[in-house]
């Protein structure tokens, strides 16, 4: 009854030692900048487009609810600053880092661990060279600068999203639309938003690492390490934005 919980709490102190080798890592040379560059933009580019579908219909329905709810006060222009509160500070971290991970978590899982089964990796420490600094530092360090670029992307279109609605579709006051974001929104807001979603790149790319590194069992593990990885980064990504919430509030 108790083995579910204790795997659990393998998992994740061995996701902590590794990303404690990452930090060590990271710091010695040889510095592969090709790789860096190449999963940058894997992870930041690639996902450019999922980033901007999903960020402006997020900001459209958003508005579209925002519009229902505070017309029934009729304070329809109070829209706009709400709901890029709401994006800057919870929706854009959070709806951002589920998206990567479903793109990019799983692509680093099935990688490397089609690495880990087809004994690549077992080759890679013959040749001395380590493998977590060559395949698992650059994918780490990329997804942990690319988020938070991914995030205001998220957020700028979002508000874009809501914008249409409101103010091209149901005639908001562009001017109240406007001032309500600026009443609202402060440095602040965007900084924690930032913050979150580097610990968020940080989260999911360790995840997607060590379950890929540690696949066994063939095709069958890699594909069970895959889902193991995309799950449990996206439950820790709840966990973690209730925590940082907590703190920044």
């Given amino acids: 009854m108790l ?45 450019m487009f999922i980033i ?22 009729e304070m329809e222009t109070m829209v706009g600053g709400s709901v890029a509160l709401a994006l800057s500070r919870e929706l854009s971290p959070v709806l951002a880092a589920l998206m990567v991970t479903g793109r990019v978590g799983s692509a680093m899982a099935t990688e490397i661990g089609t ?6 990796i077992d080759a890679m420490e013959t040749m001395a060279v380590n493998p977590i600094q060559y395949l698992v530092v650059p994918r780490v360090v990329a997804a942990t ?15 874009v999203g809501c914008y249409l609605v409101a103010v091209v579709w149901w005639r908001v006051d562009e001017g109240q639309f406007m001032a309500k974001i600026s009443d609202f929104m402060s440095v602040s807001d965007l900084t924690s938003g930032i913050i979150k979603a580097a610990i968020f790149g940080t989260t999911l790319s360790v995840i997607g690492c060590y379950k890929g590194y540690n696949a066994a069992g063939g095709a069958r593990g890699v594909g069970t390490a895959t889902t193991s990885a995309v799950v449990m980064a996206s439950v820790m990504i709840f966990v973690l934005d209730y ?3 907590a703190l920044m509030f």
Avoid: C, H, K
């Fill in 145 to 159: 600068l690319m988020l938070p670029l991914l995030n205001v992307v998220f957020t700028f279109v979002g508000m």
């Fill in 115 to 120: 690495m880990r089964v087809t004994e690549q």
């Fill in 52 to 73: 901007v579908l999903t960020g402006s219909f997020a900001g459209a329905v958003m508005g579209l609810q925002g519009i229902y709810a505070f017309g029934l006060l």
């Fill in 243 to 245: 925590i940082l919430t």
């Fill in 3 to 47: 083995r579910p919980l204790v795997t659990m709490l393998e998992d994740l102190g061995n996701i902590v030692l590794m990303l404690l080798q990452v930090l060590v890592w990271m710091v010695r040379p040889p510095y592969r900048v090709g790789l860096l560059l190449r999963a940058m933009e894997f992870v930041g580019v690639g996902s």
